[in-house]
T-cell receptor
């Protein structure tokens, strides 16, 4: 079983739409969670960390559900510039530098 | 701004060649990583290093080795390149929880 699983999409949404991605993880001891963004032919960059209580950064909201072992990313009022692949990343508590990446969810925002 | 650089953006090598991929970071980070990224498989950790001369295997170390002689530089070595090592290779360094990635090296082994 993969450590981290994501729906690859693609998600094609109109500008202004709200879109949500989910990601499930297999290790219940996992401690740290992140969303990274990767533009086409570019390197991944940290979008936001995911905290237990949920957190928001402008139009982006991340949530963690430990009981069901998933994290989510909600994007409100989608912009064309949000088009990218979103990677879910998990750091299990007992593996220090081992970060597990999902395969990514592709988002295209359409004018 | 943190900067992670990789020696080549594109590289074409022949089967059996020894290949060196270099990565340099300018922020004095202790932790550095080598990943490969393949369609449908995502990023997979090859090796990481938590200090000079210290290294640990990741999930897919077979066919690779690494070298960290200086804090800022982490090298990935393919001892004898094979076609199944054709991939995008990404180096990263870490400060606290955030990983900073280099631009990647697309390696093709023919």
């Amino acid at each position: 079983r993969k450590e981290v699983e994501q729906d690859p999409g693609p998600f094609n949404v109109p500008e202004g739409a709200t879109v949500a991605f989910n990601c499930t993880y297999s290790n219940s001891a996992s401690q740290s969670f992140f969303w990274y963004r990767q533009d086409c032919r570019k390197e991944p960059k940290l979008l936001m960390s995911v905290y237990s209580s949920g957190n928001e950064d402008g139009r982006f909201t991340a949530q963690l559900n430990r009981a069901s072992q998933y994290i989510s990313l909600l994007i409100r009022d989608s912009k064309l510039s949000d088009s990218a692949t979103y990677l879910c990343v998990v750091n299990p508590a007992n593996t220090g530098n081992q970060f597990y990446f999902g395969t990514g969810t592709s988002l295209t925002v359409i004018p | 701004d943190v900067k992670v650089t990789q020696s080549s953006r594109y590289l074409v090598k022949r089967t059996g060649e020894k290949v060196f991929l270099e990565c340099v970071q300018d922020m004095d980070h202790e932790n550095m990583f080598w990943y490969r990224q393949d369609p449908g498989l995502g990023l997979r950790l090859i090796y990481f290093s938590y200090d000079v001369k210290m290294k640990e295997k990741g999930d897919i170390p077979e066919g690779y080795s690494v070298s960290r002689e200086k804090k800022e530089r982490f090298s990935l070595i393919l001892e004898s390149a094979s076609t199944n090592q054709t991939s995008m290779y990404l180096c990263a360094s870490r400060r606290e929880v955030e990983q900073y990635f280099g631009p990647g090296t697309r390696l093709t082994v023919t």
